[in-house]
């Protein structure tokens, strides 16, 4: 899978990074929406340099998806580097009704002091930001209870700044999701790919099925067993397991050979759909 090093960088993402360089001097705080299943790889690295100096409120979304025992790894790991924390599930709107506490719990001091200044109520701003497909525009619209961001289960859906009220003194900056110039690590493209984060368009699909199936089939290899019925062999890539799979679910063409894209699309579908299971694909250790 040719991934690393690999630039993707459109021009709405150059527009982007200079309009957050613009807009963060204006903000009370930083909210980073994550994705729970891999906190690592969904965590731009650009945003600490653009967004340096303001409080951090990280949402670990998609925790239904993600295993519950990482996920409280992971918003300890957080706490420790003086983030706020908040475990989210916004399509089903699990957490997105302790958003507005957990700000005003982080601004704490700042308030305080508007408040001594006589500036009670002042409207604090908070900018939004996430890798594309991360949940960012879903997660708005429930923290707001209405529909404004546009959300499509497809990366690059915003592209242009959007300012959402959630009450009175609150108000979001929804930002376009922007992933970084290049991936130098392998890993990280490839588990942007697993949960589509990246488009599906460019990458090989039968590559990367197989690619997840062989981590799947390592580390989970119970679910692989119990969800495709069947047997997994110390020397199966992951390919010769997407083939197994293919044929015990009857995707077969002319003569008999299985059909690894259509069930390459079945396992991406299965595992970005929460139906396969609840996985984490990394642990704070991967920080090295």
């Keep these: 899978m040719q991934i690393e090093g690999l630039s993707w960088f459109p021009g709405h993402m150059t527009k982007t990074k200079r309009m957050i360089v613009a807009e963060i001097k204006n903000m009370d705080a930083v909210c980073e929406i994550l994705d729970a299943r891999i906190p690592l790889s969904s965590r731009n690295p650009d945003i600490d340099e653009m967004t340096a100096g303001k409080p951090r409120l990280v949402v670990l979304n998609r925790v239904d998806q993600a ?35 957990a700000v005003r719990e982080l601004l704490k001091e700042k308030l305080a002091a508007y408040a001594e200044k006589g500036q009670i109520g002042r409207t604090v701003r908070v900018m939004v930001l996430g890798i594309p497909n991360v ?11 209405r529909k404004t961001a546009r959300a499509e289960d497809r990366p690059g859906v915003t592209r242009t700044k959007q300012w959402v009220p959630v009450d009175s003194t609150l108000e979001l900056l929804d930002t376009p999701g922007i992933l970084w110039p290049k991936f130098d690590d392998t890993k990280v493209g490839m588990h942007l790919a697993f949960t589509g984060a990246i ?45 197994k799979a293919g044929r015990k679910r009857g995707f077969l063409m002319r003569g008999a050979e299985v059909d690894t894209e259509r069930m390459a699309r079945i396992l991406l579908d299965e595992f970005r759909g929460g139906k396969l299971g609840r996985f984490t694909l990394e642990t704070p250790e991967d920080l090295g």
């Design 67 to 101: 295993d519950p025992a990482q996920t409280k790894r992971w918003s300890a790991h957080f706490r420790q580097k003086g983030y706020a924390v908040l475990e989210a599930n916004a399509k089903g709107g699990v957490g997105t009704a302790q958003f507005a506490a």
């Design 135 to 145: 949940g960012k525009s879903t997660f708005i619209n429930k923290v707001a209870k």
């Design 199 to 243: 488009k599906d368009d460019v990458m090989d699909l039968e590559e990367l099925a197989s690619c997840l199936m062989e981590y799947l089939g390592k580390h989970y290899a119970d679910v692989v067993k119990e969800r495709y019925k069947i047997e997994i062999d110390e020397e199966d890539s992951g390919y010769d397991l997407l083939i």
